[in-house]
């Protein structure tokens, strides 16, 4: 049993469409985060939050729009996305963003960009 | 800067076999240097981290890591694996003083019967 859950579990969508993954942390943590995983490519960092207030967004596509409403949830708001987008979007957070703390990733959301 | 470098990209091994991953990184700054794995269809977990104190790590399911700091190393071993240790794994550093991670682009451990 994971402490973050990520919704859908998959998704398919057109270029033209607009969807929205989900991410709940159940663990009291203060940040949260969003990377993209691609085959044979490192893991992506895309978006930080820190108590709610985006920190850190690595030259990330304006395509991709992460909203968090609370300390629990985040969102990453998808549209007009390209093939090569097609990923596992993981979310995840950590008790705040000090050096030593354990990220704890949800299981993810594949996305498949058609 | 810091970059974390995994020596391998893929690691076959048989069944109660020993085996070690390796983790090189460099860093202008002190790092905490961590293990994650990922098993098919999942998301990350921590395997061990390394933060202070003794160089050697036991982490869970029968891993540990050895700091060295001389040769900037985080190996990982395990002197029997099982065929439930196959997946993705992951080394990661952490930059002390502004917390960013920075993650190595995996090793893919497979476990033969």
């Known amino acids: 049993e994971t402490g973050v859950t990520q919704t859908p579990r998959h998704l398919v969508m057109g270029m033209t469409n607009k969807k929205s993954l989900k991410c709940e942390q159940h663990?009291?943590?203060?940040?949260m985060y969003w990377y993209k995983q691609s085959a044979k490519k490192p893991l992506e960092l895309m978006f930080v939050?820190?108590?709610?207030?985006?920190?850190e967004n690595n030259s990330v596509p304006s395509r991709f729009s992460p909203e968090c409403p609370n300390s629990s949830h985040l969102f990453l708001h998808l549209h007009t996305l390209q093939p090569e987008d097609s990923a596992l979007y993981l979310c995840?957070?950590?008790?705040?963003?000090?050096?030593?703390?354990?990220?704890?990733f949800g299981e993810g959301s594949w996305l498949t960009v058609v | 800067a810091q970059s974390v470098t995994q020596l391998d990209s893929q690691v076959p091994v048989f069944e109660e076999a020993p085996v070690e991953l390796r983790c090189n990184y460099s860093?202008?700054?002190?790092?905490?240097l961590f293990w994650y794995v990922q098993y098919p269809n999942q998301g990350l977990q921590l395997l061990l981290k390394?933060?202070?104190?003794?160089?050697l790590v036991k982490g869970i399911n029968g891993f540990e890591a050895e700091f060295n700091k001389s040769q900037t190393s985080f190996h990982l071993r395990k002197p029997s694996v099982h065929i439930s240790d196959t997946a993705e794994y992951f080394c990661?550093?952490?930059?002390?003083?502004?917390?960013?991670?920075?993650f190595g682009d995996g090793t893919t451990l497979t476990v033969k019967p």
């Open positions: 995840a957070s950590s008790q705040d963003r000090s050096a030593g703390n354990t990220i704890y």
């Open positions: 663990l009291g943590h203060n940040a």
């Open positions: 939050y820190s108590l709610e207030e985006r920190v």
């Open positions: 860093s202008s700054v002190s790092v905490y």
């Open positions: 390394y933060l202070s104190g003794s160089t």
């Open positions: 990661a550093v952490s930059d002390q003083v502004s917390g960013k991670s920075t």
